[in-house]
């Protein structure tokens, strides 16, 4: 059995430039990955088999998911035969803006190359990868990167050194079609060049007006996030609806996730570093 981490992804910066002509947007964002997240186990087994479970298991219900189109994708670009045997231990919030699906398919890919012996730059495993979504990609390479196009041209960039960080989501799901479908197609600029947390401290997620003008309750999480001491940087990723917080330092972290938990008891928190 091989088990392989599915962290959250975090969009640190997310500047949208333009509608492109087969339907996506050009993109320019900052990605980087928390310690925790999902976790994937995949063996060898007769017959296909796929199972959750965890606290959002309950939102993953059926079989058409990315983790069994990762694993379809992997046995025919590989000529692989062999069924498996998947299990998914699914700890964060489903639609969230954190690639939890992403994430999981990235994970699937990665447990299923050491199975089967493939190196895990193989170029094969990335293009399986940004077929399954524009994400993947970056999920799959699992660390700080600058990704431009769908987000799937990545250039490795220095990581934040396990920068304490607090998610929060407020228990709403927004569709990413509805959020970019609101996004007024202006072109803000580019993420600025440098080190990483000057890069994302000066940039912008394009994305967060329109998700708070879906979901307002977006809105109330940043400003929470925003006002806890010691928050360097308040901000949603992806297209929401999970916020983020950075921290100096894990006392100042641990403090805001108590208070929200005093003031929202309700929304889903995760106590975690950025790397």
């Keep these: 059995m091989i088990r392989e981490a599915a962290p959250a992804k975090i969009n640190l910066a997310l500047h949208v430039r333009r509608r492109r002509d087969d339907g996506y947007h050009e993109l320019e964002t900052l990605f980087a990955f928390a310690r925790h997240g999902d976790e994937v186990e995949v063996q060898r087994w007769p017959v296909p088999c796929f199972a959750v479970v965890g606290p959002f298991a309950a939102g993953l219900a059926g079989s058409d998911n990315l983790v069994v189109r990762a694993e379809a994708a992997f046995r025919a670009a590989f000529g692989v035969a062999q069924p498996h045997a998947i299990m998914l231990d699914k700890h964060l919030p489903v639609a969230s803006g954190i690639g939890g699906g992403s994430a999981d398919a990235a994970a699937t890919l990665r447990a299923l190359a050491r199975l089967h012996g493939v190196a895990a730059d193989d170029p094969r495993l990335f293009a399986v990868a940004a077929a399954l979504g524009a994400d993947v990609p970056a999920c799959l390479l699992g660390r700080a990167t600058f990704g431009s196009g769908r987000g799937d041209a990545l250039v490795p960039v220095p990581g934040l050194g396990d920068m304490p960080a607090l998610l929060v989501n407020p228990g709403v799901a927004v569709s990413t079609a509805a959020v970019f479908a609101r996004w007024d197609g202006t072109d803000r600029g580019p993420v600025a060049a440098g080190e ?4 994302a401290l000066a940039g912008r997620n ?4 329109p998700a708070a003008a879906i979901a307002p309750v977006i809105a109330e999480v ?7 001491p010691g928050a360097t940087l308040a901000r949603m990723s992806g297209s929401g609806a999970t916020c983020f917080a950075l921290f100096a330092d894990a006392a100042a972290r641990d403090a805001a996730d108590a208070a929200v938990a005093c003031a929202r008891p309700g929304w889903w928190r995760l106590a975690t570093t950025i790397a």
């Design 196 to 199: 990483t947390l000057a890069r």
């Design 206 to 209: 394009d994305l967060q007006s």
């Design 222 to 228: 940043v400003a929470l996030l925003a006002a806890q």
